[in-house]
């Protein structure tokens, strides 16, 4: 094995990773695929400017390099192969690992592109691990995540299988549109988002009663990983539909939380990244990745909304109407979010969902759940003066962190967001609750719709 320095790899060096020996001597086979591809969901290694793939990478790429990160950002080679003619590739490791990085270079040695390879672990019946595809999404979040060891996070505290989720092919897209240093500032800015948003979820599972690490998040998402790093390797599957598959997946191996605490993790995560984006891309060309990465986290937060609603529902008992409305609620938004073009888009999306969820009044999904009539038609208006007064201070507060946050440590960023959410639930909780006595048992699901509505997609 060969340890490089940091700074001695070509644009875009080697990204960082763990090595967790899970025992034994046997070989370990990881086969993928280098694309000229941009990436499925809708990456600067280490010299300053980004690698990140993209149009003529296969013709350019000459072998691949699956790798570690040791102390101080050094890299150290695990193994190469060459590439064949159309980008296809196999390795072969002495033993399993973790949160590798497998990169794409040419006959000089430069990175070209990059992948995150979560686990060698191949999913469950397989044998050989299918590498994620090197496109520009992919070297992104390579880049992202040896940003982060270089930022002081240790290899194997960072979860790359949420980071995987929280980056897209648009983000990649609008930083390797950028010149050499502004990308290096988006891609540290992404950096701090993703810490910022780990940190935030385990803060608020935590206040909700979970008790969960980062690390057993990464443990239990790993065979999801697998099988989304497989699905999308076959061409003909639709990768809308492969990542559906995916985020149900990870949520079936996370039974800590149910999914009404799932959303709140994701809700304040949302936040917490995208104010870290804003504080430090808020001008420039770094307005670009900053709109993209408003609407990637508008959408995973759609996802655990979505989930939280129907499992609301149906624990309720509530009525086929009622579900019909949450389900259309839920794919118009769907719908407006990836057809969306700008940040304010994706607001202009949720606030139509939010109207669509509770505040509608009688023919929103929390007025056809709670049967409102002209009889308690007043009962429900004060439920809902009652949220939105909530939501009012929850955004002054939110405001005033984004305002005095600045590059503020993911610690002080996320306790700051959750305390102000904390406040927020008890606020709706409390009013709304007492207004909505007239319709008995099916009151306190009400106030969960009413929360989920006035709370989504906050700071806007």
Known sequence: MRTRRAGEVVLGAVVGLWLAACGGGDKVTVHGHVTNGGGQQS????????????????????????????????????AEADVSADGDYSLELDDAGQRLIIEAVNASGATVGSAVLDSTTPRSGEFVRTAPSITSESSLEAEVFVQMVRDGDAPDSVDTVD???????????????QLKATAAESVEAL???????????????????????????????????????????????????????FFAAVRAATPQANDA?????????????????????????????????????????????????????????????????????ATSLRSNLFSATSASDASTAWASYNTRLATGGSTSVMGTYLGV???????FDSAVHAGAQASA??????GTVLEQSGKASAT???????NAFATYDAAVRGNATATLTPFGAKANTGVELLIISEGSFSLR
């Open 261 to 329: 605490q799932d959303q709140q993790a994701e809700r304040e995560a949302s936040v917490a990244y995208r104010m870290a984006v804003n504080a430090r891309l808020s001008s420039g060309a770094g307005i670009a990745v900053a709109d993209a990465s408003v609407r990637a986290a508008a959408v995973l937060e759609a996802r655990a909304t979505d989930a939280a609603v129907k499992a609301l529902l149906q624990g309720a008992g509530a009525t086929d109407l009622a579900v019909q409305e949450a389900n259309f609620a």
């Open 393 to 398: 201070v929850l955004e002054a507060t939110l």
């Open 163 to 177: 980071l995987r989720a929280r980056l897209n092919a648009e983000q990649a897209a609008a930083v390797r549109g």
């Open 373 to 379: 009539t002209t009889s308690n038609q007043l009962a």
């Open 191 to 245: 950096g701090a988002a993703v810490r910022a948003a780990q940190a935030t979820r385990i803060k608020a599972y935590a206040r909700a009663g979970v008790v969960v690490t980062q690390e057993q998040l990464f443990s239990a998402a790993l065979d999801a990983s697998a099988q989304l790093d497989a699905s999308l390797d076959v061409s003909e599957q639709s990768a809308e539909g492969v990542y559906d598959t």
């Open 412 to 418: 002080a960023l996320s306790e700051a967001v959750v």
């Open 43 to 78: 990456q600067w290694l280490t010299d300053g400017a980004p690698a990140l793939a993209g149009d003529g990478t296969v013709a350019a790429v000459a072998r691949v390099r699956i790798s570690r990160v040791v102390a101080a950002g050094d890299l150290t080679t695990l």
